[in-house]
């Protein structure tokens, strides 16, 4: 058995635990648990991409991409996040 | 198979599995700030263990000095995000889940 062979059911498991935080963001009680939800998507995303990158044999091209989408979601969350808490989007400091 | 090709499987397997528990837990726990539990900590472990199996499938070379900026930026990145989230709800006044009282 080859290892990418391996590699390739460890991200089918990556994208079933995905679908399973799915249900969370779908139908998450509060706003809270949608954007943790997400975030954990985002993440998992970043992770499967390199993944998908050697199975394509072209892992280079594909490591660029996961870590600017990296930066993206740690951005994207924490500003929801912020707005979340103060209730606006942009204050001075007080 | 190369030692080190076993070794590397070993190690993104065992990431997998901490990422499906977690996921489990994320669906299970019963309140938002238990859930943050499952959220935060099995995911960090199980996306650093599956980058380091990446990175010895193919040591030594610029991706994977690559692979290894990706992996500590989500050893920073991921508790972070979790924290700013948790505080937001606390200080919009969530209020924690507890076990009843007979």
Same mark, same amino acid.
């Given at each position: 058995?080859?290892?990418l ?6 991200g089918?498991?990556v994208a079933?635990?995905i ?5 969370r963001?779908f139908?998450g009680p ?5 954007v943790?939800a ?26 660029d ?16 996040a ?6 606006e989007?942009?204050?001075p400091?007080? | 198979m190369?030692?080190?090709?076993? =070794?590397s499987?070993?190690? =993104?397997?065992g990431?997998? /599995? ?6 489990v837990?994320?669906?299970r726990l019963?309140? /938002? ?6 959220a935060?900590?099995?995911?960090t472990?199980g996306?650093?263990?599956? =980058?380091?199996g990446l990175?010895l499938?193919?040591p ?10 990706l ?6 990145a991921?508790p972070t995000?979790?924290h700013?989230?948790?505080m937001?709800a606390?200080?919009?006044?969530l =209020? ?7």
């Open positions: 058995m080859d290892i062979d391996l590699f390739m059911i460890a089918i498991f079933i635990s679908v399973l935080d799915l249900y963001a139908s509060t706003v809270f648990d949608r943790m997400v975030s954990v998507i985002g993440t998992k995303t970043a992770v499967i991409i390199p993944i998908i990158g050697f199975l394509f044999e072209r892992p280079g091209l594909f490591i991409i996961s870590l600017s989408y990296a930066l993206l979601n740690f951005v994207g969350t924490l500003i929801v912020k707005y979340l808490e103060r209730g989007l942009w204050s400091y007080t | 190369e030692p080190l090709h076993v =070794v499987a070993i190690f =993104v397997f990431g997998t /599995f901490f990422m499906v528990v977690g996921s837990g994320l669906i019963p309140d /938002f700030y238990a859930r943050l539990h499952a935060g900590k099995p995911d472990l996306e650093i263990l599956i =980058v380091l990175i499938y193919e030594l070379s610029f991706l994977s000095v690559k692979l290894f900026f992996s500590f930026f989500i050893l920073v991921n995000a979790t700013a989230v948790a937001a606390y200080k919009r006044g =209020v924690p889940w507890r076990k009843k009282q007979e």
